[in-house]
């Protein structure tokens, strides 16, 4: 009987140690496609976003902005940390012109960090997640933001798809 009680208090334990609770993942934006969006959590997340923007010649600015958000409890003595992610992206421009990219990665309240690419040639490449670190112990809301713009005189056009990144929880100092 002792023995049972004890392997009981071990697994309860082992369970409980990072316990973030992760809430209900939303979504929002301008000209963001609108995507099924599974729940958000420990591990490796893909967001199957797909984000496709054609710029006529006649048009000088075309953008899109998606805007995740994701509240997570955490326990005293732990905190988050972004270890990886990013999106694959393809830029085509017929005559000229220029586009940007940016990711950003927080958890609102904390350092906030963004990685920018500036385009001025047709290209395929990769933007990457910054990593980040939430505050220990406190109870947080990750935030990732995607944000795309061509621009010029010319047409052009601009795809993304499947966000990744990877998440994972810390015991504190």
Request: aromatic share 8%; hydrophobic share 40%; glycine share 10%.
């Amino acid at each position: 009987m002792i023995k049972f009680k004890v392997l009981m208090f071990s697994v309860f334990f082992a369970n409980s140690v990072f316990a973030a609770e992760f809430g209900k993942t939303t979504m929002g934006g301008f000209g963001c496609p609108k995507v099924e969006v599974a729940q958000i959590g420990l591990g490796n997340n893909v967001l199957p976003l797909k984000i496709d923007i054609e710029k006529p010649g006649e048009q000088d600015l075309a953008r899109v902005a998606c805007n995740l958000r994701v509240p997570v409890k955490l326990k005293k003595d732990e905190m988050l940390k972004i270890v990886s992610g990013g999106a694959d992206y393809k830029v085509e421009f017929d005559k000229g012109g220029s586009a940007s990219v940016s990711l950003y990665a927080g958890f609102g309240g904390k350092k906030e960090t963004t990685s920018q690419a500036s385009i001025v040639e047709s290209n395929s490449s990769t933007i990457h997640i910054p990593k980040n670190e939430s505050g220990c112990g406190k109870d947080v809301m990750l935030r990732i933001n995607f944000d795309a713009s061509i621009s010029g005189k010319f047409k052009s056009s601009f795809k993304a798809q499947n966000l990744k990144f990877e998440i994972k929880t810390i015991k504190c100092n």
